[in-house]
Nanobody, 124 residues
Framework: QVQLVESGGGLVQPGGSLSLSCAAS????????MGWFRQAPGKEREFVVG????????CYADSVKDRFTISRDNAKNTVYLQMNSLKPEDTAVYYC?????????????????WGQGTRVTVSS
């Protein structure tokens, strides 16, 4: 089992920045690829960004490319999501997910473990 705990959500103005963290425990973190997904009110959960086990490969949804950056620190068992130039449409609950696969994965059903989510609200 892998336990995931997200943190860093909150209220931010449009154009602002926010940094999310996801701390993992329970298994060897470097054996898991990681992903961030989000779910806005009334919408389905959608892929945001993913990162491979090593961190060398990343993949982004078009809607966040050039604004969001994923990174991981395998020594700290943590994956990060830096979000810049935030827009109201980025408002959602953000979830991190883990899976023992090798490379970047965009499909939510491929992930075995999920955190409880952290809420991000972009509003003036």
């Amino acid at each position: 089992q892998v336990q995931l705990v997200e943190s860093g959500g909150g209220l931010v103005q449009p154009g602002g920045s926010l940094s999310l963290s996801c701390a993992a425990s329970g298994r060897t973190f470097s054996n898991y690829r990681m992903g961030w997904f989000r779910q806005a009110p009334g919408k389905e959960r959608e892929f945001v960004v993913g990162i491979s086990r090593s961190g060398r490969t990343t993949c982004y949804a078009d809607s966040v490319k050039d604004r969001f950056t994923i990174s991981r620190d395998n020594a700290k068992n943590t994956v990060y999501l830096q979000m810049n130039s935030l827009k109201p449409e980025d408002t959602a609950v953000y979830y991190c997910a883990a899976d023992p696969g090798l490379t970047c994965e965009r499909t939510s059903t491929k992930y075995d473990y999920w955190g409880q989510g952290t809420r991000v609200t972009v509003s003036s």
